[in-house]
């Protein structure tokens, strides 16, 4: 049952392994995808250290065949900055939870990361990798596996932080009575603990990375433009020729590539880690895998986890001998150093305001400022739209489906790809239709934005409305409580939480996109319109760094604002209110 | 076990002028304890929460360094090298650990060589009777199952000194007992090497069953009020009336301090006027309390023990119930008994306006902090007052957490009484629809 147990100790493993040589059926299956993806991975593996001109001399195809090598690519360049990010998770979180200076700086920093547009880091990071790998393909490689990090990175650490800092005291108490080292601690304490709130964070941050995957690999800063092999460019390729047939095979391509890497790798991680969730009594509904079971039933599950098991003998090296009872809490630094810290904290915040504040006064001037934020006003109003028109269709409409479980079983799945499935590769559609009918870009632009993180809502609403207690939709039917009644007690009060949690994620979202949703072309015609989104597109295009910076930081401030303001009392009423249980 | 032979016994635990205070300085938790614990003996640790017996126990284990004072293992002859284990009120598995890995988390972090550490596991999970089970993980384990796995975790590491912090609390009346005898099985068979058990306990016949030496805490802050030695002899019978005589003595004990510790004539509960600290106590329980001491076979006037058993409530829940009829006159404590007063018997018979009238009047006259909200209100124009006014009132005199569950239950009183209304959203009070 639990493979991870055995890899502690090396000769069951070992013995198990040897069950190996008695193949069978799922031994066949599992061998062919793991060849089928080995090849693949080190054929891709190669290209991203390739030198700088391959790229010109191979210049992305609308090729269909080339299409599982570019997928490949894509996906390698996920994982990497999945790999990234969760090591980076892992560093960060722990120490900010284990040592309170660090968390003093990280915690605020990661929960004002969270809400930077992301696509504004492109700009930056792109000049930054390619002088750091002067002449090849990796400088290139690094800066779009650092966009889609920025993606992940910052909420996976903050909610593996939280897992950290919501761990029962009775079993810390336990880890120090029985002298377990700071390392043997994390092992089998912080890292098991968090570890089904990190997976499902993953997850849902490989969906949005999607999304920068294709703003990312085909990139235009200043005089620089780098086409990087894979999907993202293969559709940006296909919209600059007008490919309609290539458009939509990089569309199936992207489906296909999202169902498989749901099945083979979130799956079966999902359902492992299902034993590492903290809770005292047996549930019933497991989630289910076929990929794991395989692995189980073949018995290469503890040839898959072996690596984990031995990263974890490699970190238990570096335990000290003796084991040393600690104190609970921290222990009082030195009053002079405590003060040296503070001086350096000091000295950091007014470096960075001086070193912000001259470089700022020597591009700009207060107009630029007052532009930005009256753009920013316009793209708010769009977002308030939006969220409240989608909220007025999905609402019901989710409702309807969570009070229905046959169908919610069903419709809960897809809503969630919906919400991974990168929405501007639809983008060229709807410029079609502008054009062609020749409509405000102002106005019509504006549902891009909210194409892709309208799905955050329903797929919230539809566990909301499931999650509504039998005995109390039973109470209402019993009194006939309907129409208008009905939603203002029973289904709002219901959902409320669930539709706050899903309406937070689609505007912080909308927010994002729209710095690829207010600017858009189609072969050679552009549609623009007026908005913070297309200002920080706009000035990326023409490599304007301060611009750049400017927008970025006040788009920032405003969804810093509206989550402090609205979201964040909305939903503290809710639990305070409208909870459930 | 005759007294003197204990204490001949050498010193395994000293507690010298132990203080601690809890959110910077301005909460005492505990305050001067001083505790030593030989060698072969028991030791309960009874009080009611919030008396610091398991910040105590804390101290004791090492988790928690206290403000002041000291709290140490006394290394001796035959410990050299004195350890601690304890054993948790909620068990503190790993659920994503086996029962035998759980076993071995603390062999493995003193790096005992793994065949070594399995045998010795396997012996612990063998000596408390849960083999077969070495396989399962503690979701597949009843409650009782799981303190087992708990007390094996804490066995294996040969500790010279068990902690246990209300280790029964969480289990049913039947499992609880069984896990007692069996553990005092092993104990007085000599067949596990600790050397002494601190215990934390907030019931009193646990205490008396199981414990040597019992020591009684009062609350707010938390001191040594008195020490009982229980001489009778293992297996005690609750049914020995001896037994019950020391049972009723601590009922008596816990009772009479109160009236120590608090001698101002409000009340039981630290603090005075406004400043007065109030347990959560809820109107329904107040009025069962008084039904029930009310009704047959008590007639007005019963002991705590038996009301304690009769309710099946711990003492831990049962005395601030009854102190808060003392407090509202509608019960007098007289030693190890509560004794209904004329108002109470009323209140008993009385139908619900009758009774509200009662409770109305009570909290009028004997809760300062009732008074002063309805003051207050109506002095003010609009009849209405922010809570937070008064919770920040409070908080001059008690710590936050005392301040807010005082408030709360004041509301709870005020508004079952009908004297000021309170509106949970905007948090505040207000006459409105108390007239």
Known sequence: MSPDRNSARPLPAFSRMLRLTRPSREDAIAFVILAGLGVLFFRAAEGAVAPLSTLQMAPVTLDPWDLPYYAMRTVLRMFAALFASTVFTLVVATLAARSRHAGQLIVPALDILQSVPILGFLTFTVTFFMGLFPGSVAGVEAASIFAIFTSQAWNMAFSFYQSLRSIPTDLEEATMIYRLSPIRRFLKLDLPFGTPALVWNAMM????????????????????????????????????????????????????????????????????????????????????????????????????????????????????????????????????????????????????????????????????????????????????????????????????????????????????????????????????????????????????????????????????????????????????????????????????????????????????????????????????????????????????????????????????????????????????????? | MATAAIAEKPLLVEVKGLRHYYSGQDHLVLDDVNLELSQGEIVGLLGRSGSGKSTLLRS?????????????????????????????????????????????????????????????????????????????????????????????????????????????????????????????????????????????????????????????????????????????PQPRDRLDPAFRALVDDIYARMTARTEITAPMRDGLFPGTGIAMVLPRVSTNSIAGLIEEVDGTPFEGRASMSELADSLQLEADELFPMAET?????????????????????????????????????????????????????????SHEAPARRFRDELEDYMSEDYADETLRTVTLWGRYAEIFAYDEEADRFSLEDAR
Request: hydrophobic share 55%; aromatic share 10%.
């Open chain 2, 60 to 232: 004791i284990a090492g988790l928690i360094r206290p403000s002041e004072g000291i709290a140490r293992l006394v290394p001796g002859p035959d410990v050299p090298d004195p350890s601690v284990a304890m054993v948790f009120q909620t068990f503190a598995l790993f659920p994503w650990l086996t029962v035998l890995e759980n076993v071995e988390l603390g062999l493995e972090a003193q790096k005992i060589p793994a065949p070594q550490a399995r045998a010795r596991a396997l012996a612990a999970i063998d000596l408390i009777g849960l083999d077969g089970f070495e396989n399962a993980y503690p979701k597949e384990l009843s409650g009782g199952m799981r303190q087992r796995v708990g007390l094996a975790r804490a066995l294996v590491v040969d500790p010279s000194l068990l902690l246990m912090d209300e280790p029964f609390s969480a289990l049913d009346v039947l499992t609880a007992e069984t896990l007692r005898t069996d553990l005092l099985d092993l104990w007085s068979e000599g067949r596990v090497p600790i050397k002494s058990i601190l215990i934390v306990t907030h019931n009193i016949e646990e205490a008396v069953l199981m414990c040597d030496r019992i020591l009684v805490f009062s609350t707010n802050p938390g001191r040594v009020v008195g020490e009982i030695r229980v001489d009778l």
């Open chain 2, 325 to 381: 009829l003392q407090l509202l006159r509608f019960a007098e404590l007289r030693g190890a008994e509560l004794v209904l007063t004329p108002a109470a018997r009323r209140y008993a018979q009385g139908d619900v306006d009758q009774r509200k009238a009662l409770f109305a009047q009570a909290l009028n006259q004997h809760v300062p902090l009732v008074q002063h909200i309805r003051r207050v209100l109506d002095e003010r124009a």
């Open chain 1, 205 to 581: 941050s490989m969906s949005g990375g999607w999304f920068f995957v294709v703003a990312s690999e085909a990139i235009t800063v200043g005089n620089t433009t780098a086409t990087l092999p894979g999907i993202g460019s293969y559709l940006a390729q296909a919209i600059t020729k007008q490919d309609f047939r290539a458009v939509a095979e990089a569309v199936g391509a992207m489906a296909l590539v999202i169902v498989a890497y749901d099945q083979l790798f979130f799956r079966p991680i999902v359902a492992w880690a299902d034993r590492f969730r903290f809770e005292m009594t047996a549930s019933t509904e497991r989630p289910q895998s076929w990929v794991f079971d395989l692995l189980r039933r073949t018995r290469l599950l503890p040839v898959v986890l072996a690596p984990l098991g031995a990263i974890g003998r490699l970190l238990l090296a570096f335990e000290p001998r003796a084991g040393r009872r600690r104190v609970m809490g921290e222990r009082q630094a030195h009053p002079a150093l405590e003060r040296i810290w503070q001086v350096l904290v000091a000295i950091a915040v007014l470096g960075a305001l001086f070193l912000t504040a001259r470089y700022v006064m020597h591009y700009l001037v207060w107009r630029d400022a007052v532009t930005a934020v009256l753009l920013a006003c316009v793209t708010m109003i769009r977002v308030i739209v939006l969220i409240a028109l989608a909220s007025l269709i999905w609402v019901p409409i989710g409702v309807w489906i969570g009070l229905r479980p046959a169908w919610a079983e069903r419709l809960q799945p897809l809503a969630q790809f919906l919400a991974a499935f990168p929405a501007n590769v639809l983008f060229p559609f709807v410029v079609m239709a502008i054009v062609h009918w020749n409509l405000a870009p102002d106005i019509w632009l504006s549902p891009l934005m909210i194409l892709g993180t309208q799905w955050y809502i329903l797929f919230n609403v539809i566990a909301g409305a499931s999650a509504i207690p039998t005995d109390l939709r039973e109470a209402a039917d019993m009194f006939h409580v309907r129409g208008w009644q009905w939603w203002r007690q029973v289904a709002i009060p219901g959902i409320f939480p669930y539709y706050v949690t899903g309406a937070l994620t689609a505007s912080g979202g909308s927010w994002n996109a729209s710095i690829v949703a207010e600017a858009v072309s189609w072969g050679h015609r552009n549609l623009v319109a007026h908005g913070l989104g297309s200002y920080i597109a706009e000035a990326t295009t023409s490599g304007d760094y301060a611009r750049v910076a400017l927008g970025v930081g006040v788009m920032s401030l405003f969804v810093l604002g509206f989550n402090r303001l609205l979201w964040r009392p909305l939903y503290a009423y809710g639990e305070r209110r409208m909870r459930l249980t």
